[in-house]
């Protein structure tokens, strides 16, 4: 009988030592998923200030592009608008030159 409460004192003692060691890992696991946590919020933190540069980077973009689109238009239809005049004053300067030529003026 001795040798059975000395087996079974030797198996309780494994299974305090197992316990203790099952404790330290679930105190692990615990600060592993406190941690886990911190880093998802810093990640969810960082992907939501990505997105807003993002959002405010397509607005200026977005801008500018627009107002690219304006300057050519108006350069466009300045360009346009010069060509026209120049165009009518060069048929101006022709018929005066036909007029000075007919008319004999030297």
Request: proline residues 0%; glycine residues 4%.
């Given at each position: 009988?001795?040798e059975?409460r000395?087996?079974?004192?030797a198996?309780?003692d494994?299974?305090?030592q197992?316990?203790?060691?099952?404790?330290?890992?679930?105190?692990e696991?615990?600060?592993?998923?406190?941690?886990?946590?911190?880093?998802?919020e810093?990640?969810d933190l960082?992907y939501?200030?990505?997105n807003?540069?993002?959002?405010?980077?397509?607005?200026?973009?977005g801008?500018?592009?627009s107002?690219q689109?304006?300057n050519?238009?108006s350069m466009?239809?300045?360009y346009?608008?010069?060509?026209?005049?120049?165009?009518?004053?060069?048929?101006f300067v022709g018929?005066?030159?036909l007029?000075?030529?007919?008319?004999g003026?030297?």
């Amino acid at each position: 009988m001795d040798e059975v409460r000395k087996e079974k004192q030797a198996v309780m003692d494994q299974i305090k030592q197992i316990d203790e060691k099952l404790k330290d890992i679930d105190n692990e696991i615990a600060l592993l998923e406190e941690k886990l946590k911190s880093a998802t919020e810093k990640k969810d933190l960082a992907y939501e200030t990505l997105n807003a540069l993002r959002r405010r980077r397509d607005e200026v973009v977005g801008t500018f592009y627009s107002l690219q689109l304006c300057n050519i238009v108006s350069m466009s239809c300045v360009y346009h608008h010069t060509c026209l005049d120049v165009t009518k004053d060069l048929e101006f300067v022709g018929c005066n030159l036909l007029v000075m030529g007919v008319l004999g003026w030297n």
